[in-house]
């Protein structure tokens, strides 16, 4: 579409790096989980760029084979040592508590106080994340050094936190379009304060989603905000229908870091959404990798669980666990930048800007070469391509629209980059020997 080509082209992509680097400037501080205040206070933040919708889903509502769980909001935790000394505070770093531990406050010895510690030998100086969702524990996650120092003795143990009855929080956001054929970007908001898993990707998609706000677009996209797992299975358990929508799909996590890009294909595996995003990064110059499907990662592996095998895949930096600071506090404000952040939204708009003109288009005149000096195709119309490329492009787009072809694949088949495919069909559109295809909407 137009509008999304020209929005791209003139987007201050400057500003938009600052403005999510902001973002998660804000973001970084708040104890989130998979459920509780933490999750409401980061879609309130979020709120301020796009007018998202609060859901709040009641705890123990029957979501297929799970259940939403008790609400988890902590106040406070720390650690008292023998000498008195507070050695770990929460308020210096929510990363500190297990997620969802249980409340306790009581005085253990070292040995059973090491029962519930977690900590990182490779490296000592990084607090890890864990989380225990669905076994009832305690436990704090501190660094190795001090986890070392530890003398024998009795320690006060401290967890002001709550598990009760409440409900499971998550942001939906749809960008109508003039089919309510869908387009479905989704990220976890279930992270503490790590950035590039998950406020990286939390950021970009409100970007886009605020940048595709108010543009024609033929596809509607739908923006989902969710805790990982069980937010969307959550979700797809209360929208069947609308999952049944769902024409291409995306998950949006580590888009912050400077790794290479890494497109994660969806179950189906050449699925239109796996083709753009591999025509896009092969086009942009930037190294990528593509790997196939697996049954674990991100919210992927239930968007793509065979009762729905939606196609969705996942573009992201780095994968999960393929970076050390993965899970631990060195995915802190200085492991993502404005610039990585910038990029990856790009390659983001670009996917949509492809998906949104990927048309067939049936060639009227198919027996021989049309002549197209008479029509005014010769020469230097293509504007920013040299006349002999734009030539090429015109007769792989005649040669192809079969009816059967989309652009993306002429663009494929030619070696081309889909722009130019793309005004070649253009131009021959405003001629008779092009007319539009059987097309989505
Ligand atoms: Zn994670």
């Given at each position: 579409m137009h509008g999304i080509q020209k929005n791209i082209r003139t987007l201050n992509l400057n500003t938009q790096s600052e403005e999510m680097y902001r973002q998660i400037e804000k973001l970084y501080p708040i104890c989130r989980s998979i459920t509780g205040d933490g999750v409401r206070k980061t879609l309130d933040i979020l709120q301020e760029g796009i007018p998202l919708t609060k859901h709040e889903v009641e705890t123990g509502t029957k979501v297929f084979d799970w259940k939403v769980p008790l609400e988890w909001n902590i106040r406070d935790a720390y650690l008292i040592d023998p000498d008195g000394?507070?050695?770990?505070?929460?308020?210096?770093?929510?990363?500190h508590v297990l997620s969802y531990s249980s409340p306790i406050h009581r005085t253990v010895s070292l040995d059973e106080l090491k029962q519930h510690l977690f900590s990182l030998p490779d490296h000592p100086d990084w607090i890890p994340y864990r989380t225990s969702y669905y076994s009832e524990n305690w436990g704090f996650c501190i660094r190795h050094n001090q986890f070392e120092k530890l003398s024998e003795g009795d320690y006060e143990v401290f967890i002001d936190s709550s598990l009760e009855q409440g409900h499971l929080t998550y942001g939906e956001y749809v960008v109508e379009?003039?089919?309510?054929l869908e387009v479905l970007i989704s990220t976890h908001i279930?992270?503490?304060?790590?950035?590039?898993?998950?406020l990286s990707g939390n950021v970009v998609s409100a970007k886009l989603a605020e940048i595709l706000t108010g543009l024609p677009l033929r596809y509607t996209y739908r923006f989902l905000f969710i805790p990982g797992t069980i937010g969307s299975i959550t979700w797809l358990a209360l929208n069947e229908p609308i999952a049944s929508r769902i024409r291409h799909g995306l998950v949006a996590v580590c888009?912050?870091?400077?790794?290479r890009f890494t497109y994660k294909k969806s179950?189906?595996?050449?699925a239109e959404i796996d083709q753009v995003v591999a025509h896009v990064l092969k086009q942009s110059g930037y190294p990528f990798r593509i790997i196939d499907f697996f049954?674990?990662?991100?919210?992927e592996r239930q968007y793509c669980s065979p009762g729905f095998n939606l196609p969705v895949g996942c573009l992201m930096r780095t994968p999960h666990?393929?970076?050390?600071?993965?899970?631990?506090?060195?995915?802190?404000?200085?492991?993502?930048s404005p610039e990585n952040l910038a990029l990856s939204l790009s390659m983001y708009l670009q996917v949509v800007d492809v998906l949104e003109s990927n048309s067939r288009f049936l060639n009227?005149?198919?027996?021989?070469?049309?002549?197209l000096g008479k029509r005014g195709?010769?020469?230097?119309?293509g504007g920013n391509y040299d006349s002999h490329t734009f030539q090429l492009a015109i007769l792989w787009v005649l040669n192809q629209s079969?009816?059967?072809?989309?652009l993306l694949d002429i663009a494929r088949k030619s070696g081309l980059g889909f722009d130019l495919i793309k005004a070649a069909a253009a131009a021959l559109s405003k001629t008779d020997l092009l007319k539009s295809g059987d097309n989505p909407g």
């Open positions: 000394e507070k050695i770990v505070d929460f308020k210096e770093s929510n990363l379009g003039q089919t309510d279930c992270h503490p304060s790590l950035c590039n898993d998950n888009l912050g870091d400077a790794g179950r189906q595996g050449n049954p674990f990662g991100y919210d666990g393929e970076f050390p600071e993965y899970h631990t506090s060195a995915d802190n404000l200085d492991f993502v009227t005149n198919p027996k021989c070469e049309p002549k195709l010769y020469g230097n119309i079969d009816g059967e072809n989309t």
